[in-house]
T-cell receptor, first 112, second 112 residues
Framework: GNSVTQMEGPVTLSEEAFLTINCTYT??????LFWYVQYPGEGLQLLLK?????DKGSNKGFEATYRKETTSFHLEKGSVQVSDSAVYFC???????????FGPGTRLSVLP | DAGVIQSPRHEVTEMGQEVTLRCKPI?????LFWYRQTMMRGLELLIY????????DSGMPEDRFSAKMPNASFSTLKIQPSEPRDSAVYFC??????????FGPGTRLTVT
């Protein structure tokens, strides 16, 4: 079945550091890929998405490119802020039915 | 748009009591999902509905859990009887058939 693997956390960075959170997937067909963010005490919010190979999703300075050849969708940000501290979830939605799969989440802490 | 609405936001109950969690999806969305989130197990899909019909309830932990969706604008998740290991944050999410999920703020359940 479909699955998502994320790098283990927690990730701790200093403010203005470069961020990469790795995400790889296994899926049949051509899934859509998503990054969700969960701030403390809140529900998950969609951060960005990509629906086909080579698409780049971007939002709030975050970017991720759908790489079919490496089955990856790594999240990047050039300069993180303290306010980016949250848990980040990679997810995919398969072509068939509501096959939405979330990764385990990666906790990011950004220190001033 | 009011987003997905969940109630109550917090629930504290004693072991053995019945607990009912409520969800109002975004108007026009025809899919609804119930998730449970704990530190130990992460985010788990419990059940999802399409056009008010339960499609996959394989994530429901046991017979003490039940979910209903009597109409397109309301769903409940019931636990009877509740146990301390049911303590978690329960999220409801909704989506249109082929699009991303939108999450509610969650209900934090504590069973003592």
């Amino acid at each position: 079945g479909n699955s998502v693997t994320q790098m283990e956390g927690p990730v701790t960075l200093s403010e203005e550091a470069f961020l990469t959170i790795n995400c790889t997937y296994t899926a049949t067909g051509y899934p859509s890929l998503f990054w969700y963010v969960q701030y403390p005490g809140e529900g998950l919010q969609l951060l960005l998405k990509a629906t086909k190979a080579d698409d780049k999703g971007s939002n709030k300075g975050f970017e991720a490119t759908y790489r079919k050849e490496t089955t990856s969708f790594h999240l990047e940000k050039g300069s993180v802020q303290v306010s980016d501290s949250a848990v980040y979830f990679c997810a995919l939605k398969g072509n068939y039915g509501q096959n939405f799969v979330f990764g385990p989440g990666t906790r990011l802490s950004v220190l001033p | 748009d009011a987003g997905v609405i969940q109630s109550p936001r917090h629930e504290v109950t004693e072991m053995g009591q019945e607990v009912t969690l409520r969800c109002k999806p975004i108007s026009g969305h025809n899919s609804l999902f119930w998730y449970r989130q704990t530190m130990m197990r992460g985010l788990e899909l419990l059940i999802y509905f399409n056009n008010n019909v339960p499609i996959d309830d394989s994530g429901m932990p046991e017979d003490r859990f039940s979910a209903k969706m009597p109409n397109a604008s309301f769903s409940t998740l019931k636990i009877q009887p509740s146990e301390p290991r049911d303590s978690a944050v329960y999220f409801c999410a909704s989506s249109e058939v082929t699009y991303e999920q939108y999450f509610g703020p969650g209900t934090r359940l504590t069973v003592t």
